[in-house]
């Protein structure tokens, strides 16, 4: 297992278009993250899963991102009707449940709404 | 007031200085400290943790933190050009609260 992996590595997308992306955790870690990084920022929160099990979301996921995890493996993130204010960093994290401090991070996904 | 403040940078320094890098925090109730570092186009990579108050060192990298002024440090020894990076802190546990991040320029 080499890390956490994130599909794709970048995409452009045109406004109202719907994107998915895709997170793969490494393998033993049940809690996985999803965070975004606009520039000059550092990540915020959006939401995490222990296993399939969304247990908080942040205010800042509106009703357009939904993120699932459906069988504790590997994650979604889709955003419906993309705006130009989503054009961002999309990270996507995991860690052992004790281990909530030492997150490992994926290289992310750049998401470019024109 | 952010949760988290931490000055953005860039901070600029010769091969071989003392890099600090500092946060200030405004939650008490906090107990983990969190460095990372940030390469272009990378994720965060964990450096260094701390559990409430005290002092840790690894290698060149020492962390420290102060609950009583709500203030966390990254002291980075004998810096390197491969030390150039961003620097993000981070407090929480699972929800991570993130700093601005640093971003330290180390020349040769």
């Known amino acids: 297992d080499t890390g956490v992996s994130q599909d794709p590595r970048h995409k452009i997308t045109k406004r109202g278009q719907n994107v998915t992306f895709r997170c793969d955790p490494i393998?033993?870690?049940?809690?996985l993250y999803w965070y975004r990084q606009t520039l000059g920022q550092g990540p915020e929160f959006l939401t995490y899963?222990?296993?399939?099990?969304?247990?908080?979301k942040s205010r800042l996921l509106s009703d357009r991102f939904s993120a699932e995890r459906p069988k504790g493996s590997f994650s979604t993130l889709e955003i419906q009707r993309t705006e130009q204010g989503d054009s961002a960093m999309y990270l996507c994290?995991?860690?052992?449940?004790?281990?909530?401090?030492?997150?490992?991070f994926g290289s992310g996904t750049r998401l470019t709404v024109v | 007031q952010k949760e988290v403040e931490q000055d953005p940078g860039p901070l600029s320094v010769p091969e071989g200085a003392i890099v600090s890098l500092n946060c200030t925090y405004s939650?008490?109730?906090?107990?983990?400290f969190m460095w990372y570092r940030q390469y272009s186009r990378k994720g965060p990579e964990l450096l260094m943790y701390?559990?409430?108050?005290g002092n840790k060192e690894d290698g060149r990298f020492t962390a420290q933190v102060d609950k009583s002024s709500k203030y966390i440090s990254l002291f980075i020894r004998d810096s390197q050009p491969s030390d150039s990076a961003t620097y993000l802190c981070?407090?929480?546990?699972?929800?991570?609260?993130f700093g601005t991040g640093t971003r330290l320029l180390v020349s040769p």
């Open positions: 994290a995991s860690s052992l449940p004790g281990e909530g401090y030492g997150y490992t």
């Open positions: 899963f222990q296993n399939e099990a969304q247990l908080e």
């Open positions: 701390t559990y409430s108050s």
């Open positions: 981070a407090i929480g546990f699972q929800k991570l609260v």
């Open positions: 939650n008490s109730a906090f107990q983990y």
């Open positions: 393998s033993e870690h049940n809690r």
